[in-house]
């Protein structure tokens, strides 16, 4: 996954600096251990990579940050719902289990119920995504906060 100007880690940490709270705070409030919570801080790949959906959604609530604008996002929205549908459009000629062979990602929860994407990560998403045309980006939330 490409990373914009600025590092991803140093985003948060910067965002989680502005708000004054501690790393404790955030790591709790994520059901994370302090050090899980600090290497999002640490490592640009850890907030793709290893923390769900739902969980950047959070921390970028507590934290007033627009991962939208972090992570470079086009005006363009698009929901759980579409991503599931275009899915099954690609079921009508793939069956599930290659489908998910292919796309490395099991399916048949967030096929059932599009919500269940939230806990993917990032990557995940990007990994389910990009072979259907879809950018991952434009389910990540519309926001009035900032980075």
């Known amino acids: 996954m490409e990373q914009g100007k600025r590092g991803y880690a140093e985003a948060v940490r910067a965002a989680r600096e502005a708000s004054a709270k501690d790393p404790g705070e955030i790591a709790a409030a994520?059901?994370?251990?302090?050090?899980?919570?600090?290497?999002i801080e640490s490592y640009d790949d850890e907030i793709t990579s290893v923390i769900s959906f739902r969980d950047a959604v959070t921390l970028a609530e507590i934290l007033d940050l627009d991962l939208r604008r972090m992570f470079e996002a086009d005006g363009e929205v698009a929901t759980f719902a579409e991503l599931a549908a275009a899915l099954r459009v690609r079921l009508e000629q793939t069956p599930l289990e290659q489908l998910e062979n292919e796309l490395g990602w099991e399916l048949a929860d967030a096929l059932a119920d599009p919500s269940a994407f939230g806990e993917f990560s990032l990557d995940g998403l990007a990994d389910v995504a990009a072979p259907l045309g879809l950018d991952w980006r434009r389910l990540l939330p519309v926001t009035a906060g900032g980075d």
């Open 30 to 39: 994520l059901h994370v251990s302090y050090e899980s919570y600090r290497d």
